[in-house]
């Protein structure tokens, strides 16, 4: 049975940080590529940050480089450490597994920014 468990979501102020992980069972971790997804309120559902099987990083334009995304293959954990989070940037976020045609979600965990 494959499972993404999420955990570090919460309440933030804006500029401050928090730090995301997904913990993977059920599946050859270091095959696939890594990523989070956010969703916010009437929105859809938009990818923030990938990491390839390899190691190799990728982000949204929207995030740049503020959100960085890491993995530990030996853990089976990809990681997303949020920095300077913006008042708009509140949602659901996502951790997705995905090797060719097979893909996963996390539970989604709520982030919120508020002072």
């Known amino acids: 049975q494959v499972q993404l468990v999420e955990s570090g979501g919460g309440l933030v102020q804006p500029g401050g940080a928090l730090r995301r992980s997904c913990a993977a069972s059920g599946i050859f971790f270091s095959a696939f590529n890594m990523a989070w997804y956010r969703q916010a309120s009437g929105k859809q559902r938009e990818s923030v940050a990938v990491?390839?099987?390899?190691?190799?990083?990728g982000y949204a334009d929207s995030v740049e480089c503020r959100l960085p995304i890491s993995r530990d293959n030996a853990q089976n954990t990809v990681y997303l450490q949020m920095n300077s989070l913006k008042p708009e940037e509140p949602a659901v976020y996502y951790c997705n597994a995905k090797e060719y045609f097979l893909a996963y979600w996390g539970q989604g965990t709520q982030v919120t920014v508020s002072s």
């Open positions: 990491i390839t099987s390899g190691g190799s990083p």
